[in-house]
Antibody
Framework: QVQLVQSGAEVKKPGASVKVSCKAS????????ISWVRQAPGQGLEWMGW????????NYAQKLQGRVTMTTDTSTSTAYMELRSLRSDDTAVYYC?????????WGQGTLVTVSS | QSALTQPASVSGSPGQSITISCTGT?????????VSWYQQHPGKAPKLMIY???NRPSGVSNRFSGSKSGNTASLTISGLQAEDEADYYC?????????FGGGTKLTVL
């Protein structure tokens, strides 16, 4: 069965970076992209971007351009999302999801807290 | 501010039907048949309920249906059940981004 298992919760100081992992299993990793979606506390879903696991092409949300990098390691079927120059409003649960569209399977979420 | 507009809340009694709207523009909802809907229970990851405007993934109840007219997509839930109480989000794929609506809280009375 398809599973996406994400890394554990993180606490970071403003200005730091965070890297969240998403390990996929149960399907051919390179046949689908991986998208990243975040959700601030009590707020809605925000699309962050996607990466093709086939060729590494990426498409990032305009508001995150320059601060976010998405990568994959096909040898371990793992996707990564790194966010730099963290601010307090980056505090959120970060989800990975299979596919560029639609998002048919989701990881369990990773809470990233940005606090001084 | 979300790119797609949804009502903040809707409610209905068990057995009734409700409809949640999702309004965008000709550049997203109106321009592509790539609208999807997600259900999210508190503390859980979202779950895909509808894709390509009106298609249900395997395992999703046929009480859930989707449609689109112009720049507005809709999710209809018939025969409301207690377990349908959740937040619902629409999303519209475009070549440059995949925005979500602000979400709608469904309360089953």
């Amino acid at each position: 069965q398809v599973q996406l298992v994400q890394s554990g919760a993180e606490v970071k100081k403003p200005g730091a970076s965070v890297k969240v992992s998403c390990k996929a299993s149960g399907y051919t990793f390179t046949s689908y992209g991986i998208s990243w979606v975040r959700q601030a506390p009590g707020q809605g879903l925000e699309w962050m971007g996607w990466i093709s696991a086939y060729n590494g092409n990426t498409n990032y949300a305009q508001k995150l351009q320059g601060r976010v990098t998405m990568t994959t390691d096909t040898s371990t079927s793992t996707a990564y999302m790194e966010l730099r120059s963290l601010r307090s409003d980056d505090t959120a649960v970060y989800y990975c999801a299979r596919g560029v569209y639609p998002f048919d399977y989701w990881g369990q979420g990773t809470l990233v807290t940005v606090s001084s | 501010q979300s790119a797609l507009t949804q009502p903040a809340s809707v409610s209905g009694s068990p057995g009734q039907s409700i409809t949640i709207s999702c309004t965008g523009t000709s550049s997203d909802v109106g321009g592509y048949n790539y609208v999807s809907w997600y259900q999210q229970h508190p503390g859980k990851a979202p779950k895909l309920m509808i894709y390509d405007v009106s298609n249900r993934p395997s395992g999703v109840s046929n009480r859930f249906s989707g449609s689109k007219s112009g720049n507005t997509a809709s999710l209809t839930i018939s025969g409301l059940q207690a377990e349908d109480e959740a937040d619902y989000y629409c999303s519209s794929y475009t070549s440059s981004s995949t925005p979500f609506g602000g979400g709608t809280k469904l309360t089953v009375l």
